[in-house]
């Protein structure tokens, strides 16, 4: 069975900073593209940033300069470092991984969810 466990959420005053991480375990051959999206009350579930297995990264527009995503592959973990995080920031953050299964299916998972707030 496969597992995203995600870490690293809380509370943080505006221009403070956070770090999540989000561990795969469980049985797969690999992991594909990884990253971070987000939910905050009333809102369609956003793309924040992912990652490729190459180590390709992309951003949503708001977040750039400011959120850095990586991995570690030998530990199959994900990294969102955010800084300068305002109440806009604030929302549930989960991670999702495209993982293959064998040798050619693949399937996303996706996390819990951890909470970030940020208060002004």
């Known amino acids: 069975q496969v597992q995203l466990v995600e870490s690293g959420g809380g509370w943080v005053q505006a221009g403070g900073s956070l770090r999540l991480s989000c561990a795969a375990s469980?049985?797969?051959?690999?992991?594909?593209?990884m990253g971070w999206y987000r939910q905050a009350p009333g809102k369609q579930r956003e793309l924040v940033a992912f990652?490729?297995?190459?180590?390709?990264?992309n951003y949503k527009d708001s977040v750039k300069g400011r959120f850095t995503i990586s991995r570690d592959n030998t530990k199959n973990t994900v990294y969102l470092q955010m800084n300068s995080l305002n109440p806009e920031d604030t929302a549930v953050y989960y991670c999702?991984?495209?993982?293959?299964?064998?040798?050619?299916?693949?399937?996303?998972?996706w996390g819990q969810g951890t909470q970030v707030t940020v208060s002004s």
């Open positions: 999702k991984a495209r993982l293959r299964l064998g040798m050619v299916y693949e399937n996303d998972y």
């Open positions: 469980g049985s797969f051959s690999s992991i594909n593209t």
């Open positions: 990652i490729t297995n190459v180590g390709f990264t």
